[in-house]
Structures are given as C-alpha cells and as structure tokens.
C-alpha cells in the first residue's frame, strides 16, 4: 500500500495564475514532463490525515490578508522538486505566516522553506540560454491556500481543500 501524502500549497491569486500556468505548460513541452498548478510550497509530504488540520488552516486564513511576493529571479537547482523555478523574496508576511505552519507541523518533521515557484520538475537539464527569455513581472500576488495530495506521481496529484485568504 502507497502512503497518502499531501502538502500546503500557497496559491497565486487568479490575475496571476493563468500567465504562470502557461509558463510551466511551456517548460513542461520543452522538457517532456509533467505540467502541474503553479504554486508555492509552504509544507510538503505530509502522511497525517488532512481533515484533522482544517480548523488549524481555517483559522490561519481567517486574519490573513492576501499578498505579494517579489520575484528574485530565475533559478536551476536541485532536481527533481527544484529543477527550475522562480525564486521569490522572504519577506516578513510570507516568513510568520509559514512559521505558524512550520510550528503547527514540527512535530511531524522537519520542513526547510524556500519560497519558490517551480516551472519544471525532473532531472532535466535546463539551457542557461532560456533562463533571460522569460518575461516576468516584479510580484506575484497570492491569494488562498491549497491542501494537495502530492503522490510522486504529478499527474495524481489532486486538491483536497482550498482556504481563501481575506482580500485585500
């Protein structure tokens, strides 16, 4: 039997989505792999059942207004979760609201956080070259927080629950 595991995904609000969206679609072709949801992890592979945190993230979300991140640049690193991506700024908003997650999770293990938004998972090899093609804006704004199942499997991965952060 496969363990269930799932992670807390920060989520880009929607006038962002699309564009990030097609990004990874494009670098999925390039690279024959799988296109997933652009996202920020904000806790991953968790095993504990997801139900028993929902009043903890409805209570998160509930004093949190959505926000924006700025975009430090582009970035190859380690494959196969952080093969290319968008490296984002940690500011003082993101850094108490992943330091209550990381608190809340602690027990369960050790997270190192590192704001980023992937655009390609895998053992790819990433051309130099395309890393000044991207046009991308200085911010992205954030505006809910996802509960995903994230098997190793990306074409499984699958939404559990979505809390919305209070709008600006």
Known sequence: MTERRWSTWLIPDHRYRSQYKSIISEYSKKYSTKTFDPHVTLFGRLSIDPK????????????????????V??????PPWMSFYI??????????FQNKIDRFFAIHRDYEFTPHLSLAYGSIDIDSNNLEKISLDEKIGFSSVALVSTS?????????????????
């Open 52 to 71: 028993s945190t929902f009043n903890f993230f409805q209570e998160l979300v509930s004093d949190q207004k959505s926000f924006e991140l700025g975009i």
């Open 73 to 78: 640049g582009l970035a190859k690193g380690k």
């Open 87 to 96: 490296a984002l700024e940690k500011n003082s908003v993101i850094k108490r």
């Open 152 to 168: 190793d499997k990306i074409d499984e991965w699958k939404l559990i629950k979505k809390f919305n952060l209070k709008s600006k």
